[in-house]
């Protein structure tokens, strides 16, 4: 009923960019909090960063000052920018979203994407 699309992950150097982007589509009734985890080998699944659907951010420590996350409404999508990244970013990043259906209006849900890899080495 739900689907979430991610893209943009890669292969970049220390001290580099990239933007990820998450899409969700389906038979969406209502997006509440979206945001990005991130799963690196051997460690548990963290969260990189949320959003709520009036635009209150939350981040990681690890991540805070090189990270920003964003979202459009109108579009149902999340985006990822990550700035400086280093080697300790490499990892594969989920999109997560709480979502309820049309056919469910009022109960809430976890969604999640993929994942798609990001890593940072010279």
């Known amino acids: 009923q739900v689907q979430l ?5 890669g292969l970049v150097q220390p001290g580099g960019s990239l933007r990820l ?6 038979s969406i ?13 051997g460690k548990e699944r963290e969260l ?13 420590d690890s991540v805070k ?3 920003t996350i964003s979202r459009d409404n109108a579009q149902n999508t ?8 280093k080697p300790e970013d490499t990892a594969v990043y989920y999109c997560n ?3 309820s259906v049309i056919s469910d209006p009022f109960r809430f849900s976890n ?7 990001v890593t940072v080495s010279s």
């Open 21 to 26: 982007s998450c899409a969700a589509s389906g």
């Open 78 to 85: 999340v985006y990822l920018q990550m700035n400086s990244l």
């Open 48 to 60: 990189v960063a949320d959003i709520t659907s009036g635009g209150s951010r939350n981040y990681a």
């Open 5 to 9: 699309v991610e893209s943009g992950g």
């Open 65 to 67: 000052g090189r990270f």
């Open 97 to 99: 979203a709480r979502i």
């Open 29 to 41: 009734f209502s997006l509440n909090i979206m945001g990005w985890y991130r799963q690196a080998p």
């Open 111 to 117: 969604y999640w994407g993929q994942g798609t890899q």
